[in-house]
């Protein structure tokens, strides 16, 4: 199932006493073309990000600062990813169900995507998502 193509993937640490430094690079760390970026941040308590599945998109997603959990569900088994380290990231494939909750205050979550903005790309309804997902190969 798509669940097994999921990856916490963990980052290289520049230790330093000056402040630590970490970083990915395109295809390399995160595996696929980078094509954009964005970040969800302001998250008032107790509110949800996401609630969808992208047909082809992939995501690779930090919590640069704070912590938040990233449920994702491929319409048979669900995992909580609890992400609050700013060197450990979560790949997302294709065609999962993902949504974002239990932000902490002042987090700010990093993602970057394998395609541009597009709205045809989401999958909006989980019933969608569960048809789709039982005819995907
Ligand atoms: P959306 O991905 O739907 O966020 P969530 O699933 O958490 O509700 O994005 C919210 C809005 O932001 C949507 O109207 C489109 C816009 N948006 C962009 O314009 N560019 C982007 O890269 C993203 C991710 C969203």
Redesign the pocket.
């Known amino acids: 199932m798509n669940l097994d193509k999921v990856k916490i993937i963990e980052l290289p640490r520049v230790l330093d006493e000056r402040g630590n430094l970490s970083f990915f690079e395109n295809e390399k760390h995160v595996p696929f073309t980078i094509k ?3 970040w ?1 941040y302001d998250v008032p308590g107790g509110e ?5 599945a992208y047909h082809s998109l992939q995501e690779f997603i930090v919590a640069l600062s704070g912590s938040f959990d990233v449920i994702l569900n491929d319409g048979h088994t669900e995992k909580r990813f609890a992400l609050n380290r700013s060197y450990v990231g979560l790949y997302v494939p294709r065609m999962i169900w993902r949504q ?1 909750e239990n932000f902490s205050t002042n987090s700010l979550a990093l ?1 970057v ?1 394998s395609d ?2 597009k ?1 045809e790309e ?1 999958i ?1 309804d989980f019933e969608q998502y569960k048809t789709l997902q039982q005819h995907d190969h």
């Open positions: 954009r970026t964005y969800i949800a990000r996401g609630g969808h974002m993602i995507a541009l903005y709205q989401y909006p």
